[in-house]
């Protein structure tokens, strides 16, 4: 069949590297991709947000399935509109989608299923939200409701850093998105993220995972988009997995379904973990990044066939053939990252490291210019390896990253040391 993935993170190079080994693949296009997709795969120029030009190219290209890696395009309602066009799609509709966009909207799913998440309240002025952590007290955390890349989150430790959040939200910093602001208990415990696929009925866990946020090892430094991740995530026993699904994310699904807006796609659950139990953080109606980048390592071709029975509605039909192992991905960033960064440094070695089913690096942000690979975002690289154990993982992957030569760039040394223990 033919494949369109919409994307061109590390995200959707780990998307496009399992599919390509699915036989069932004939042609695989990525849009936009990028220089490391483009390996293997076609990539073509199309503005992803565009429904529309989104249903032409498809129409073009005779594409039977489409796989959507990012939020924005599901925010934007590209499912809806690839669905009304007759297209399988994997992906939720911009409907079911505001699980991610509306922190506001979650919540009160969560108050509909009585699914256990933090205590919070609701507030479109300051004085009242200001009134609200005065009386709660710190720490306390501060949400914008809408979508806002990551950083529309404030764990406050202190009072006074929570209402200069409010100050920072109300006074248009976020723009739309810091309209309404939420406002929660804080949790503490230890964060892991767990990935279930859904056809809007059936329900199938595809693998736990944490990632680290930090800049800086030992997490420390300010909040990034991931700076590495294994999977699986210890933390969350087949207990606390099983409990997540009863108690918060089988009742999310019947709740959508319920409105009649079924949620389709993966519903990646950002969970916190104390004494045994899980409570809700975060939705997010797509694979994280750089998760999603373990999971493919360890589900490989199978991946294409549990999304195709997701898109299908036939999850029931289908299960994950696990095998005991363990993958790591260290993501290499531009030095200055998350702040101000120089874009173009040369990064050098890439072509001499092997890539097999147990190896690879994922593009994120690297361009070709006169045949050299050189580095155009944030998050550039990502380093992914498997292995028996996840020791083996770590040092097949850190074995990697020491071969890549590229003076620009930097990572974090310790990814996995909570699972590790070292
Ligand atoms: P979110 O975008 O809602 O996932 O929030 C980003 C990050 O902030 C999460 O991954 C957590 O590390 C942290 N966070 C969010 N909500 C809470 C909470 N209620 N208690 C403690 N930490 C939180
Ligand atoms: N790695 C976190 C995310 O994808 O949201």
Not at 71 to 99: I, K, Q, W
Not at 183 to 188: D, G, V
Not at 219 to 241: K, R
Request: aromatic share 6%; with cysteine; glycine share 12%.
């Amino acid at each position: 069949m033919n494949i369109l993935i919409l994307g061109s993170g590390g995200r959707e190079h780990a998307l496009a590297w399992a599919v390509k080994q699915n036989p069932k693949t004939d042609r695989l296009i990525v849009a936009p991709g990028n220089v490391g997709i483009a390996m293997l795969a076609e990539c073509a120029d199309i503005d992803i947000l565009d429904g529309a030009a989104v249903v032409t190219f498809c129409e073009e290209n005779a594409i039977d399935f489409v796989i959507i890696g990012p939020e924005a395009p599901l925010a934007a309602g590209v499912a809806d509109a690839t669905r009304a066009a007759g297209l399988l799609t994997f992906g939720p509709s911009a409907a079911a989608a505001r699980l991610e966009a509306s922190k506001a909207f979650t919540k009160a799913i969560c108050d509909a299923c009585a699914a256990p998440t933090a205590a919070y309240a609701r507030f479109t002025e300051a004085e009242p939200a200001r009134a609200y952590i005065r009386a709660q007290g710190a720490p306390i955390v501060v949400k914008a409701d809408g979508l806002a890349a990551g950083k529309g989150v404030i764990v406050a430790m202190t009072e006074g850093e929570a209402l200069a959040a409010i100050d920072d939200m109300f006074g248009g910093e976020f723009g739309a998105a810091g309209a309404e602001v939420v406002i929660e208990e804080f949790m503490a415990g230890e964060e892991a993220s767990f990935f279930i696929l859904t056809d809007g009925t059936n329900a199938l866990p595809i693998g736990t995972a944490q990632d680290h946020k930090r800049v800086g090892d030992g997490d420390t430094g300010p909040n990034t988009g991931g700076m590495g991740a294994y999977s699986p995530a210890p933390v969350l026993t087949a207990e606390i997995q099983q409990q997540a699904m009863d108690q918060i994310v089988l009742p999310t699904i019947r709740e959508m379904a319920r409105r009649g807006t079924p949620y389709q796609g993966v519903l990646y659950a950002g969970l916190m973990i104390e004494d045994g139990r899980a409570r809700l953080v975060e939705y997010n109606c797509r694979f994280g990044d750089p998760e999603c980048q373990v999971l493919m390592m360890r589900l490989g071709a199978q991946a294409l066939d549990l999304m195709l029975a997701t898109a299908e509605g036939r999850l029931n039909e289908v299960q994950v053939n696990w095998a005991d192992d363990h993958a790591l991905t260290v993501v290499m960033a531009t030095q200055g990252y998350p702040g101000a960064y120089a874009k173009g440094s040369q990064i050098r070695g890439l072509e001499e490291l092997p890539e097999d089913s147990r190896r690879m690096v994922f593009h994120a942000g690297t361009a070709q210019r006169d045949g050299r690979i050189i580095a155009t975002g944030g998050r550039v690289l990502n380093v992914t390896a498997r292995g028996t154990t996840l020791r083996e993982a770590r040092d097949a992957t850190y074995a990697m990253v020491d071969r890549i030569d590229w003076p620009g760039g930097f990572c974090r040394r310790d990814i996995g040391w909570r699972a590790l223990g070292d």
